[in-house]
C-alpha cells in the first residue's frame, strides 16, 4: 500500500493525466516541425538553410526530450494502477510527497536519484 492517501493518488493521478495530455499535444501540433529541410539553393541562401538545419535538430530533440517525459508518465501510472506509486523503483521505500509535487512522474527518492547521477 502506497504512503500517499486516496486523494493524493488521485490528485497525482489527475496532474499526471494532465502533463500526458499537454505533451501529445504539443507533439501533434509540432510534428511538420522536424521535416525534413530542402536544400533547394534556388531558394534559400546557405545561412538560411544551415539555420533551417539547426531548428530542424532543435525541434527532433524537443521532440525525443517529450517522448522520454511521457514515458515517465506512463510508467508512474502504470506504477498507480500496481499500487507501487510514491516508493522508490531503487530501494523501495517512499518518495517524499514534495518531490512528486515537484516531479509527480518521478521514479526515485531523492538519494537514489542522486546516487544514479553520480554514476553518469
Same mark, same amino acid.
Given at each position: 500500500?502506497?504512503?500517499?492517501?486516496?486523494?493524493?493518488?488521485?490528485?497525482?493521478?489527475?496532474?499526471?493525466? #494532465?502533463?500526458?495530455?499537454?505533451?501529445?499535444?504539443?507533439?501533434?501540433?509540432?510534428?511538420?516541425?522536424?521535416?525534413?529541410?530542402?536544400?533547394?539553393?534556388?531558394?534559400?541562401?546557405?545561412?538560411?538553410?544551415?539555420?533551417?538545419?539547426?531548428?530542424?535538430?532543435?525541434?527532433?530533440?524537443?521532440?525525443?526530450?517529450?517522448?522520454?517525459?511521457?514515458?515517465?508518465?506512463?510508467?508512474?501510472?502504470?506504477?498507480?494502477?500496481?499500487?507501487?506509486?510514491?516508493?522508490?523503483?531503487?530501494?523501495?521505500?517512499?518518495?517524499? #510527497?514534495?518531490?512528486?509535487?515537484?516531479?509527480?512522474?518521478?521514479?526515485?527518492?531523492?538519494?537514489?536519484?542522486?546516487?544514479?547521477?553520480?554514476?553518469?
Amino acid at each position: 500500500m502506497s504512503n500517499l492517501t486516496e486523494i493524493e493518488l488521485q490528485n497525482f493521478k489527475t496532474v499526471l493525466e #494532465k502533463l500526458k495530455a499537454k505533451l501529445l499535444n504539443i507533439t501533434l501540433n509540432s510534428a511538420d516541425e522536424s521535416a525534413t529541410v530542402e536544400l533547394d539553393q534556388a531558394r534559400f541562401g546557405r545561412l538560411s538553410r544551415m539555420d533551417a538545419i539547426q531548428v530542424q535538430a532543435m525541434n527532433a530533440e524537443s521532440m525525443r526530450r517529450r517522448k522520454v517525459e511521457l514515458a515517465k508518465i506512463e510508467a508512474a501510472m502504470r506504477r498507480m494502477e500496481e499500487g507501487d506509486y510514491g516508493y522508490c523503483v531503487k530501494c523501495d521505500e517512499g518518495i517524499s #510527497k514534495e518531490r512528486l509535487n515537484v516531479d509527480p512522474s518521478a521514479p526515485m527518492c531523492i538519494d537514489c536519484a542522486n546516487k544514479s547521477e553520480q554514476r553518469r
